[in-house]
């Protein structure tokens, strides 16, 4: 269960997050949701933009669904 927590503080305040003591850095969410999620310095993933429209939802939901280590959290 990703911490907010332990978010990465690249990420731009909203629903979306990364934990980024989880986040392997394998690019999924890169790829899944290319307009959201970008890599760090470190390889990391962050939330570079949170989502707009329903296709980005979708996106991000699927990146969210699809990340090996549950690293990506989602709040209200
Ligand atoms: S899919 Fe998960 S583990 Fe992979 S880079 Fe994205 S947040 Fe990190």
Known sequence: MPNISQRNQSS???????????????????????ENFRS???GLAFVAKQPRGSKQEACCAKA????????????D
């Open 12 to 34: 731009v305040a909203g629903p979306y997050f990364v934990d980024q003591l989880v986040c392997n850095g394998c690019g999924i969410c890169v790829l899944l949701a290319k």
């Open 40 to 42: 760090d310095n470190d």
């Open 64 to 75: 969210l669904e699809q990340c090996p280590e549950f690293a990506i959290g989602k709040v």
